[in-house]
């Protein structure tokens, strides 16, 4: 919910990147993914790529996380839109 009330800019990028990246670091210290090593086990992604500048113009930013949970040992992507521009 935060981030309706941010930029959507390079820092709030950061911002959800370094969120996400530590509640999935958190699980991967549990054992709830695949690998031993994190970067075999998830990733977030946001930034310029997943959020082109006309996306950023409507008010879109989206995030994009993969894990790689113990069962099934593959990635599953979800991603993550929150949509400032209003609707239809």
């Not at 390079?10 to 990147?17: C, G, L, N």
């Not at 695949?34 to 790529?49: I, L, T, W």
């Amino acid at each position: 919910a935060w981030v309706t009330c941010e930029h959507n800019n390079e820092k709030t990028w950061e911002s959800v990147r370094d969120m996400g990246s530590g509640f999935l670091g958190g699980l991967h210290q549990r054992g709830m993914f695949a690998s031993g090593k994190p970067e075999d086990s998830y990733f977030v992604r946001c930034d310029g790529e997943t959020n082109p500048s006309e996306a950023v113009d409507q008010g879109i930013l989206t995030c994009e996380i993969g894990v790689a949970p113990a069962i099934p040992a593959e990635f599953i992507v979800v991603s993550v839109t929150q949509n400032t521009g209003g609707g239809e």
